[in-house]
């Protein structure tokens, strides 16, 4: 492949990544426009409004931002298996390109280092969330 279109591939890839942040917040915008429509009618029509619908709908929708251990183990058990996978594949095209051996065999040993961070994560989760929870209960014994 040319440089230009190495160059073109690029520009095309960050291009694409702009494109989908800006889509991403104007769909968070319509999204608060529709909610907070209902509530435009109404102030325009004269209607009393219930202080209780109107903090409903003022209030930013609440996430839970919390990160499931659970998740992060099954992603890390993919990914440990993906890089094994991709370690295996350059031994094999590594017959046939011997240039191409390590640096596939150092995406998949990168794959299972990142797999393995995610386990581990998982784990120092579950670890902090059971400490976290047996302090809260001594003090409240």
Request: charged share 15%; aromatic share 4%; glycine share 12%.
């Amino acid at each position: 492949m040319n440089p230009m279109g190495a160059t073109a591939i690029a520009i095309a890839f960050w291009i694409f990544i702009a494109i989908a942040a800006v889509a991403g917040i104007i769909g968070d915008y319509m999204k608060r426009k529709a909610v907070l429509e209902p509530l435009r009618l109404a102030i325009e029509k004269g209607q009393q409004l219930d202080p209780a619908l109107v903090e409903k709908l003022l209030a930013r929708e609440q996430r839970d931002d919390s990160v499931n251990p659970e998740h992060l183990q099954i992603g890390g058990i993919i990914t440990v298996a993906a890089g094994t996978g991709l370690a295996l594949l350059s031994l094999f095209i590594g017959q046939i390109a011997p240039g191409a051996l390590y640096p596939i065999l150092g995406a998949g040993v990168a794959a299972i280092c990142v797999g393995a961070g995610l386990v581990v994560a998982a784990r120092a989760m579950v670890a902090g969330r059971r400490g976290a929870r047996d302090a809260s209960a001594d003090r409240s014994a």
